[in-house]
């Protein structure tokens, strides 16, 4: 009997992955979205992470460089750093695995989801 229960609970906890991993329109901007972990496109070394609890990190080669925490409206994610230094704004489009990012001096960056 309990290794039934068990082979069930992995059975129903596989399908419950597939069906999260295969459920949703990830192509629209939303503030379920921003959530997971993004690599930077033009330097693969630079990651950031977002939490469902609204916090973040950013890392380099696998070290923390900076945490803190955001808010994410669907088009506008704003970061605020953990050392006090300021919140930081950027517009984001996110399409598929694709998130862009365009600061308020224009510049661009763009992350693939991992």
Known sequence: MKKNLSILLVV???????LTACGGDDSS??????????????????GIAFGDDGTYGIFKAGELMADGTYTFDGSTLETTPSDGSGTISAKVVINGGTMTWTDPNGSV??????
């Open 12 to 18: 129903l906890l596989g399908l419950s992955l597939i």
């Open 29 to 46: 901007s939303s503030p379920q979205s921003v959530a997971g972990a993004w690599e930077n496109d033009n330097d693969n070394t630079v």
């Open 109 to 114: 960056s763009s992350w693939t989801k991992k």
